[in-house]
């Protein structure tokens, strides 16, 4: 220890010289010695921080903070690279690091094209990843060794930038967002903390804990409770500031966008947080700043060519962070106005210039305002929805009439999929604000449907319905159109409650059904994978009502309730046509596009199964109802033989399906009534002749024959069907599969498998045992490096004996 504190005074010593070359300019040099002074502090950071080098170490920690001054990142970056393992709480580094780090998250003058003595030796996206990694590890170590002066220290530089409203220099705005950047880059922990002011004691104390395991300290409950005070009143100090004094925050697309950011990042805490005006100010901010960001903050983007920032985007998140957990503090007609001229200047460019920000946040921000619509009162629904619907409708027809025009001409394949890429982000926009719509307000929805009133969303989805049913017709064959639709449509299925919108359901599930035949008839059928979801969801929607239609059917009597027939024959028909469009022939099931569409053709069985198993037995393709035609054989036959399919999906969705047929078949066997034991029968004598099969299937499966991902899937499967069957029919299926060649473990082994097969499925033991032998057979069947085949031996099998031999 001597030693080291020898060579670290020494070291230490080379401050003057670092001080001496800097002044001359040697950045060189300088390099060369805060590398050398981060090479010391990592090996003996222990020694550091445990306080045993009795001060020896000062001079090479005043070495590194003289480091982290240099005006060039390549030398103070090394410096934080060695300051972030010893700073902690007992060090009391932060107070000295932090207004450091704060002065180096300030943007260089030269990069944002404001005259300076001093050039950056970086260009703009150097510096932003410098800023966005390294700077942030090292201020969240400065926040976690002391809280209170971080927000303090945060908090205060904003007051100070915010109040100069008379004389700001071009440096100021910079310097705000500096500032602003420092305290997003804590706010997952900050805003956990400040949120504790309002807890409970039991949250608080919870968080007690977590900090003093995390940190290894010893904090009181008074601590936290202070600290959290702290937190929520120096945020809240923040938030006053910006409000008090915007335009420092405003004159900047850089600062601008950093507000938002840090609105955006502590939303959750705006919208709870005690302290008087903070979501006021919060939601006024990001209404002005969505505001100015579409119209006068345009033009001064155009400075910042190079720099990747969307004060838009940026605004837009803000804006949709607090619509979506306060959406009433927006029902102003100020607020309101606001929100619709943001959203119409969107639409405002040319379909040629790219949207202002990216299609997830459109969407997120659509869902926000779509909120606070739902909170207005019910007379101002349909105008509301309406104005936020028609740019998106409008769009949806513009883009439509652009792509019919270029069918057919040369330009057509360079323009057509950037058209119809636009066409399908809108129909998706639409859809969510229909749905979030729909969720919000449903029961006062259905309570003035019922009183006459029009329903708001029928009236966006009539005005929309001629132009989607064209681009079904006309468009279906590009997949993200397919995808779109279906969710579009799915959406419209919502609002179709079984006995009064069963012409709605109608019109719907026609315009599926020509999605359907038109892509199936077509070269290119992977678009019809996103509309066998919306089958799917149909099934889930509507299962029930078709499925006690036909037991009323089979038990004799008639069923007066047309509609509740109509849902079963539109059920019945998408379902069909679903199977119709496979070929049935085994070889043209693993070909080509077939393959991607298993897995949601075994979803949609999975799904029948589950919630209407009387009409799918009853299900044929073709019209004479013979047992080859019946849907329920086929989709059985074709599982089975998908069990081993190398496509992960395919192999799982299929042994998800052949579970549930298990499951059904021996569901209902000690019921009375007579129409849930015949279907138990049937899907009985359908797959227990089929579980020898399936057994050494699965077996061969686990002897690394299937996808790693597939083999819990197949444990359960295997479970299902063993613990279904009596202990004799099990012995003698696992007898036959386990007496494969696939399994090369040896005879021991394979007795101790089938012991612990048996006692997961007959015995005491879980599935989860079950699960962990099938992981560790398959990691023993693996090829060795020379391909060889030969399966693990030796010492791996006395451990899998003895792993499973004590169970």
């Known amino acids: 220890r001597a030693i080291l504190a020898e060579l670290i005074s020494a070291v230490g010593l080379q401050r003057f ?10 950045t060189d040099v300088c390099r060369c010695l805060a590398s050398i002074a981060r090479s010391i502090v990592i090996a003996s950071q222990t020694e550091i921080k445990s306080g045993k080098l009795e001060g020896s170490e000062r001079g090479l920690i005043d070495l590194l903070l003289k480091s982290a001054t240099h005006p060039s990142i390549h030398v103070c970056g090394i410096a934080f690279e060695a300051l972030i393992p010893i700073i902690t709480t007992k060090s009391g580094l932060a107070t000295q690091v932090l207004p450091i780090v704060q002065g180096k998250a300030i943007i260089p003058p030269s990069l944002i094209g404001i005259s300076s003595q001093d050039e950056c030796d970086v260009d703009y996206h150097e ?10 590890d090292i201020l969240l170590h400065c926040y976690t060794s002391n809280r209170s002066y971080y927000l303090e220290s945060c908090a205060t530089a904003v007051e100070e930038f915010c109040s100069i409203l008379s004389s700001p220099t071009p440096q100021t705005p910079y310097q705000l967002e500096a500032a602003l950047f420092c305290l997003g880059a804590v706010s997952i922990d900050a805003s956990k903390r400040a949120l504790l002011v309002s807890a409970s004691p039991a949250a608080q104390e919870a968080a007690l804990k977590a900090c003093n395991l995390r940190n290894d300290e010893s904090l009181g409950i008074e601590n936290i409770a202070n600290d959290s005070r702290i937190h929520d009143e120096q945020l809240a100090r923040t938030i006053h500031a910006l409000y008090k004094g915007p335009s420092i925050a405003t ?16 939303a959750k805490w705006i919208s709870q947080t005690p302290s008087d005006g903070v979501l006021e100010y919060s939601a006024t901010l990001a209404l002005k700043a969505f505001d100015q960001a579409a119209t006068a903050c345009q033009e001064k983007m155009q400075s910042f060519d190079d720099i990747s920032i969307s004060p838009f985007a940026d605004a837009a998140t803000a804006l949709r962070n607090i619509l979506s957990r306060s959406p009433h503090r927006f029902t102003t007609a100020e607020a309101l106005s606001t929100l619709e001229k943001g959203w119409k200047s969107m639409y405002n460019s040319s379909l040629d210039d790219g949207l202002k920000i990216s299609m997830e946040d459109r969407k997120a921000l659509c869902t926000g305002i779509t909120r606070v619509l739902a909170v207005l009162p019910q007379d101002q629904w349909i105008s509301s929805l309406s104005h936020l619907s028609t740019p998106t409708i409008e769009c ?43 969720h919000a307000t449903i029961k006062s929805t259905s309570d003035a449907t019922g009183n006459g009133s029009e329903n708001p969303v029928r009236a966006v989805l009539h005005r929309v319905w001629p132009c989607i049913n064209h681009i079904a017709t006309t468009y279906c064959l590009y997949e993200n159109i397919s995808s779109s639709l279906s969710e579009f449509l799915l959406v419209a299925v919502s609002l179709s409650e079984t006995h009064e919108n069963v012409h709605l359901l109608t019109k719907i599930c026609e315009t599926a059904v020509t999605m359907i035949d038109t892509i199936s008839n077509s070269v290119e059928p992977k678009a019809i994978e996103p509309i066998l979801g919306f089958v799917k969801g149909v099934i889930d929607a509507f299962g029930h009502t078709a499925d006690a239609v036909v037991k009323i059917s089979s038990a004799g009597c008639a069923n007066e309730n047309k509609d509740a027939r109509q849902v079963r024959d539109i059920v019945e028909q998408l379902t069909c046509r679903v199977f119709r469009q496979l070929p049935s022939n085994e070889d043209l099931m693993r070909s080509g596009a077939q393959v991607e569409v298993l897995p949601a053709i075994f979803s949609i069985c999975s799904a029948c199964i589950q919630i209407c198993p009387f009409l799918f037995l009853t299900l044929s393709i073709e019209s004479d109802d013979s047992q080859n035609t019946r849907l329920f054989l086929q989709s059985v036959n074709i599982a089975i033989s998908s069990l081993k399919d190398k496509h992960i999906d395919v192999a799982r969705t299929a042994m998800m399906f052949i579970k549930e047929v298990v499951l059904l078949s021996i569901r209902e066997t000690d019921t009375s009534n007579q129409l849930q034991k015949t279907v138990s029968t049937e899907c009985r004598n359908v797959i227990s002749h089929l579980f020898d099969e399936i057994v050494a299937t699965l077996i061969l499966g686990a002897c690394g024959n299937l996808p790693r991902e597939a083999l819990d899937p197949a444990a359960t499967l295997l479970h299902c069907i063993l613990k279904s069957s009596s202990v004799v029919e099990a012995e003698s299926m696992l007898n036959q599969a386990m007496s494969q060649d696939c399994f090369r473990l040896g005879d021991h082994p394979r007795k101790v498998a089938m012991i612990t097969i048996g006692k997961c499925t007959h015995g005491d033991k879980s599935l989860s045992l079950l699960m962990d032998l099938f992981d560790d057979m398959w990691t023993m069947h693996q090829t060795d490096d020379n391909g060889s085949g030969a399966a693990a031996g030796g010492d791996h099998l006395r451990l899998f004996t003895q792993k499973y031999g004590d169970k």
Do not use: W
Not at 17 to 26: E, I
Not at 127 to 136: K, W, Y
């Open 396 to 438: 949806i027809e513009v883009v439509t009439k652009r792509a019919d025009e270029l069918k057919g001409k040369v330009d057509s394949v360079i323009l057509i999929p950037r058209i119809i890429e636009r066409m399908s982000e809108e129909i998706s926009v639409l859809a969510i604000a229909i749905r979030t719509f729909n």
């Open 251 to 266: 004159s900047s697309p850089l600062s601008l966008s950093q507000m938002c950011i840090l609105i955006g990042k502590y």
């Open 127 to 136: 510096f932003e990843r410098f800023r966005e990694h390294l700077l942030v």
């Open 17 to 26: 010289r670092f001080m001496d070359r800097l002044s001359n300019g040697d």
